[in-house]
């Protein structure tokens, strides 16, 4: 079945560096999503990307979707200690009826 | 306030003996999925709906029951629970199913579950 690879499965960072976790599927994406978990959270939605090759921004945050639609990356830029948490990415099955979850990112900031 | 509720929150059990987790969203949503996090392997769905009286296993569905009899409601049943069901458990819904665009799933608070 489809499988999300996620890496690294930790990254300790000093605050103000740049943290990047990248995403890999099986197979094609029709879309990605990707989610923060704060520690002792739920998982919160951040962002949905579609077109092949699109990049998209939300402040020290930058998703990227690869051009042939299976791979993506997060990039946040001067990490904050609010940045602390897991990063999941996630893509539907080919039948559109379930959402696969890549085994996340733990992003720790030392301030 | 649109949210995604879940109870109990925390749950200590012993093993065989039945329990429920209830799931209720007020959004209207049609798509509710019920996921298992356990360290390392992110989160894993355990059975989903599309709609009211329509329900379906997902990757990890041995051991779980669920029921969709009204649209806002999705509990989740295990009917024998065993240890290695012991896991951190959440809810979450949608408008509608991970088809297309503008599917983002609104997540519970989770119920940490320990069977012994």
């Known amino acids: 079945g489809q499988q999300v690879m996620q890496i690294p499965q930790y990254q300790h960072v000093q605050e103000g560096e740049d943290f990047t976790t990248y995403c890999n599927s099986s197979?094609?994406?029709?879309?990605i999503q990707w989610y923060k978990q704060r520690p002792g959270g739920h998982p919160v939605f951040l962002i949905q990307?579609?077109?092949?090759?699109e990049v998209k921004k939300q402040k020290r945050l930058t998703f990227q979707f690869g051009e042939a639609k299976k791979n993506s990356s997060l990039h946040i830029t001067a990490t904050q200690t609010t940045d602390v948490g897991t990063y999941f990415c996630a893509g539907p099955n080919n039948a559109g009826n379930m959402l696969t979850f890549g085994g996340g990112t733990r992003l720790m900031v030392k301030p | 306030e649109a949210q995604v509720t879940q109870n109990p929150r925390y749950l200590i059990t012993v093993t065989g003996k039945k329990l429920t987790v209830t799931c209720s969203q007020n959004m209207n949503h049609e798509y509710m999925s019920w996921y298992r996090q356990d360290p390392g392997l992110g989160l894993r769905q355990i059975y989903y709906?599309?709609?009211?009286?329509?329900?379906d296993k997902g990757d990890v569905p041995e051991g779980y029951k669920v029921s969709r009899k009204e649209k806002r409601n999705f509990p989740l049943i295990l009917e024998s629970p065993s240890p290695n069901q012991t896991s951190l458990y959440f809810c979450?819904?949608?408008?509608?199913?991970?088809?297309?665009?503008?599917?983002?799933?609104?997540f519970g608070p989770g119920t940490r579950l320990t069977v012994t």
């Open positions: 990307l579609v077109k092949s090759g």
């Open positions: 979450a819904s949608s408008i509608r199913s991970p088809s297309g665009v503008n599917y983002e799933q609104y």
């Open positions: 709906s599309m709609n009211v009286e329509v329900t």
């Open positions: 197979t094609t994406l029709s879309n």
